[in-house]
């Protein structure tokens, strides 16, 4: 992605060589800041703090941060260490797993003075596979936008609503829900976006609209109490969402408040689809209600906003009365039954069991073996 005409991804190899920079998106939209990452732990620190996020994101800097620590020391028990403390930092997210079982896998089978270079490696091949996934998972979106722009008068926009954010700054470039919409822009397709803000951290204010600013894709930011509003006045043509974790048999989890905009637009016929790389799937489960794990963040992520002040600088706001206190269920799980279908980087399917099956044979019959 272009940011004051430079192309960025989100995270890559400092001038040493050796240590991972990424974009602190806590001080996003206000400053543009990089981080260089020198150890697991401070990888690990990273993604609990949410200096990075988004699913594909978590994923490939948890990997880099098991190529720091096999720089560091490259024994099997500093493997399983660095294993164990990364895949601990974020619970709903199943990209963290998948990069990690991936690493595992390949750095296991071989000796300890091979790990270290090995693990730069996968961890690279992890973020170029992630900007190919969001590519393909863009050019299978743009039809959607394409098709209903086809039915609009002439000079209208097509009106997308998304919630968090499933941008560029959610994987390592494009983005999964954003991707359609910028192929659709560059396309000369008239597209505009509801940016639901996404509380309590406002992914959506703060990054998702900074991203589209950036990408000069035209877009409002709305409550996220507006959605149902401006869906019943006609006013959204469609949604997409991106997606943390999706089951097997097409349940959705996402950031909290996913599952209401996906019942205002089941109600109000509104096509609803979520842009789903296949590393997002856990072929091990099937039922989202019960079986995906809920991160729980803290209660000051409630009770406190960040923002610009007056002054320019970047603080927390406290805006719930003293005393009282606050739950903080970071996602949500959508049953696939609200979900019109999955974009992925194969193909648009059916959010059931079969049409994942379907699309991805070779990952879904190697879950059931
Ligand atoms: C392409 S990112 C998909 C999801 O990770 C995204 O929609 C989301 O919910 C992110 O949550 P976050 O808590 O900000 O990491």
Known sequence: MKINGQHYRTIWL????????????????FRFETVALG??????????????????????????????AMRADASGAALEAALALLGGTRPTAVNLRWAL????????ALPA???????????????DEDVALCRAIGEHGLPLIREIATRK??????????????????????????????LAHDAGIPVHVWVDETRPRNQGAALTAYELGAHGVPHT???????GHLMQRGAVDMVIVGTDRTTANGD?????????????????????????????????????????????????EVTHLSGLA??????????????????????????????????????????????????????ANRATA
């Open 252 to 300: 959705v989890a996402n950031k909290i408040g996913t599952y209401l905009k996906a019942l205002a637009a089941h109600d109000n016929g509104v096509p609803f689809y979520v842009a789903l790389p296949s590393p997002t799937i856990d072929w091990s489960i099937r039922d989202g209600l019960a079986e995906i794990p809920i991160e729980e963040r803290a209660a000051r």
């Open 221 to 227: 930011v709305i409550t996220d109490n507006a959605g």
């Open 310 to 363: 007056e002054d320019g600088e970047v603080r927390p706001f406290r805006v719930v009365a003293p005393g009282s206190g606050a739950a903080n269920p970071a996602f949500d799980v959508t049953p696939a039954r609200l979900v019109t279908g999955p974009v992925t980087e194969r193909g648009v399917c059916a959010a059931s069991a079969a049409g994942l099956a379907h699309l991805f044979p070779d990952l």
């Open 113 to 127: 003075e091979r790990r270290s270079e090995a693990a730069y490696a996968e961890a690279a091949a992890i973020c």
């Open 39 to 68: 150890s697991a732990e401070q990888a690990a620190d990273a993604i609990r703090s949410m200096v990075v996020r988004g699913a594909p994101l978590i994923g490939a800097t948890a990997a880099y941060g098991v190529a720091l």
């Open 101 to 108: 079982e991936r690493m595992r896998r390949v750095l296991a």
């Open 153 to 182: 008068p002439a000079g209208q926009p097509v009106n997308i609503l998304t919630h968090c954010n499933a941008g560029w700054i959610a994987t390592v470039d494009w983005g999964t829900a954003l991707a359609p919409i910028y």
């Open 14 to 29: 400092a001038q040493d060589g050796w240590r991972v920079v990424v974009i602190d998106q806590t001080r996003l939209p």
